[in-house]
């Protein structure tokens, strides 16, 4: 993650916001005191996003001047927005809890996302047929997680299929096109595998949380399973960035 920046000091400051990310994350998870459902505080959760969003900006700092600028700022703008997303979906933004505007504030996250991973293959010449294969099979994942989870679960639970529940299908396929666009790179190229992990945790993450929310989906700890499958996919996302630059400047002239 950290061997591609030169210099000593940038490196040590990234493994310290991972480490503090860490910290907050699992430490809170370890420590807190919730319910049945999570036991990490609020303050902790998204503290954990809050402090990605630093580490973006500060992958932005570093490379700058590179030729992974542009994948690390639409990265860094990407997070920022699923930090939105979190305060949106906590009720730490004006007018409470606002689910649409969370999903809406992640989905335009996850567009930033595949701007930024498509660009990335373009750039590095890692585009060719395994990517529209990875591609289509993520998007069929998506649906399928989509069906059972949300629509078959709000079904068999006895719930009335809102228009929540079916914006909730796009989303699982944008999220889903981040996957298959991350497989694709990883199969072009290793060095993005923990990249295309990231991606189908947060998917993973959003369709436990698209069952509670949706269709009653329920059982011990299922706020905490949420968040530690979402907050390292995106600390994964986040920290691709060095790939980024290590894929570009082997390719730079």
């Not at 649409?100 to 701007?115: D, E, L, N, R, S």
Request: proline content about 3%.
């Amino acid at each position: 993650m950290f061997l591609s920046l030169t210099s000593p000091w940038q490196r040590t400051w990234l493994l310290v916001l991972l480490v503090v990310w860490a910290l907050l994350l699992f430490g809170g998870f370890a420590l807190g005191r919730g319910d049945a459902t999570h036991r990490m505080p609020t303050w902790t959760r998204m503290a954990s996003s809050a402090t990605l969003v630093v580490a973006a900006l500060s992958w932005c700092a570093f490379v700058r001047g590179t030729p992974a600028s542009g994948y690390a700022l639409l990265v860094a703008i990407g997070m920022t927005f699923g930090l939105l997303g979190d305060l949106a979906l906590a009720g730490l933004l004006p007018g409470g809890r606002n689910v649409i505007g969370g999903i809406a504030a992640f989905g335009i996250g996850h567009i930033f996302y595949i701007t930024a991973m498509l660009r990335l293959a373009d750039r590095a010449g890692l585009v060719d047929s395994r990517r529209w294969i990875a591609l289509a099979v993520w998007l069929l994942i998506g649906l399928v997680g989509w069906y059972v989870v949300v629509y078959r679960g709000a079904v068999v639970g006895g719930k009335a299929l809102s228009i929540v529940h079916w914006i909730a299908l796009p989303y699982a396929l944008l999220l889903a096109t981040t996957a298959g666009l991350a497989s694709g790179l990883a199969l072009a190229d290793s060095r993005f595998v923990l990249l295309a992990v990231g991606a189908a945790l947060f998917l993973l993450s959003d369709l436990i949380l698209a069952g509670e929310m949706f269709s009653g989906l329920s059982f011990a700890l299922i706020g905490d399973v949420i968040w530690l499958t979402y907050g390292p996919g995106q600390m994964l996302i986040v920290y691709s960035i060095g790939a980024a630059l290590a894929r570009l400047g082997a390719a730079a002239p």
